[in-house]
């Protein structure tokens, strides 16, 4: 007969005796200071409870969807200052820039997916590479980008740029004009700006609406060829935007744009206000509210 042994250890009775006693001890403490046995439980549930949330929360805005708010109006006329949007995380990998506080808990970057021309995406700006910023990518590696009297050329070739009406956008706390030459005075007398728009469609036929204020330097630039790894991206208010056609500099141009500093691209738009609610003033926050700009995708 084959003798089987038993590799788990018998229980010491004195040192289960010994927990006991501790365990019991500690309760009797928390009498003395006048708490209950059961609010110890309940304390430790809740602190449980706030670490899985916490990770939860980190998880899901790392990997999944964040939330992003738009502060200036370089993305007339698609995104307008107080919009709040959701981008998703994953289409072009991730990086540190993927994490809250971009802490660098992933090396290089994982999972890479390429941009398509016509994204509208957020990335850190550099040089600082610290500070969300959102833009339209135009230009891919190997991509050859020139502006020519205010029309982008993509490897040589103008892109259709064709007049639309008019874009226009009301006044308020968020939103004023550019110059006098553009205010406007509606019927129903509310104050208004009128920027001249222009529909472009990207090889690929992606297409969107750009404004031209007018000439600017900014018009005109030198050819530019993509090199591997980087974009060339630049605001839809092309003559209110620093972007791809300026060097990096902080809180200025953005230069050419590493792919390992993309956070994500834009999905919705979740909310957008025109900047004058009050916290104070419960009811200002839906008469704020630009309801007919809530649940538009890109």
């Keep these: 007969m084959t003798a089987t042994m038993n590799d788990t250890p018998e229980p010491n009775p004195s040192t289960s005796a010994a927990k006991k006693g501790d365990a019991a001890a500690e309760i009797a403490a928390r009498i003395k200071r006048g708490e209950k046995p059961g609010k110890v439980k309940e304390e430790e549930n809740f602190l449980l409870f706030l670490v899985k949330l916490v990770l939860i929360v980190g998880i899901f805005r790392s990997l999944i969807f964040s939330p992003f708010n738009i502060p200036?109006?370089?993305?007339?006329?698609?995104?307008?200052?107080?919009?709040?949007?959701?981008?998703?995380?994953?289409?072009?990998?991730?990086?540190?820039?993927?994490?809250?506080?971009?802490?660098?808990?992933?090396?290089?970057?994982?999972?890479?997916?390429?941009?398509?021309?016509?994204?509208?995406?957020?990335?850190?700006?550099?040089?600082?590479?610290?500070v969300d910023y959102i833009k339209r990518v135009i230009g891919l590696p190997g991509d050859t980008v020139q502006m020519k009297g205010g029309v982008l050329f993509l490897n040589g070739q103008p892109v259709p740029k064709v007049r639309q009406g008019d874009f226009v956008i009301r006044v308020s706390p968020n939103t004023n004009c550019v110059s006098p030459e553009f205010e406007a005075v509606e019927k129903d007398g509310a104050q208004s700006c009128h920027y001249p728009q222009y529909r472009e469609t990207l090889p690929g036929g992606k297409s969107y609406n750009v404004l031209d204020l007018g000439y600017r330097p900014q018009d005109d630039t030198p050819p530019v060829t993509i090199p591997a790894d980087r974009l060339f991206l630049m605001g839809d208010n092309r003559d209110n935007s620093m972007d791809s056609r300026f060097p990096a500099v902080e809180g200025g141009g953005i230069g050419l744009v590493p792919q390992e500093n993309l956070v994500g691209r834009a999905t919705i738009v979740m909310w957008s206000t025109d900047g004058g609610a009050n916290w104070f003033l419960p009811w200002t926050w839906f008469t704020a509210a630009r309801w007919d700009r809530i649940g538009g995708t890109f």
Excluded at 78 to 97: C, I, M, Q, S, V
Excluded at 101 to 113: E, K
Aim: aromatic residues 14%; without cysteine; positive net charge.
């Design 72 to 130: 200036s109006e370089s993305m007339l006329p698609r995104l307008e200052n107080g919009d709040y949007l959701l981008a998703a995380k994953w289409p072009y990998g991730f990086t540190k820039y993927s994490m809250p506080f971009s802490l660098p808990l992933i090396p290089g970057r994982i999972f890479a997916g390429q941009p398509q021309r016509g994204d509208v995406v957020i990335f850190k700006a550099p040089p600082g590479n610290d």
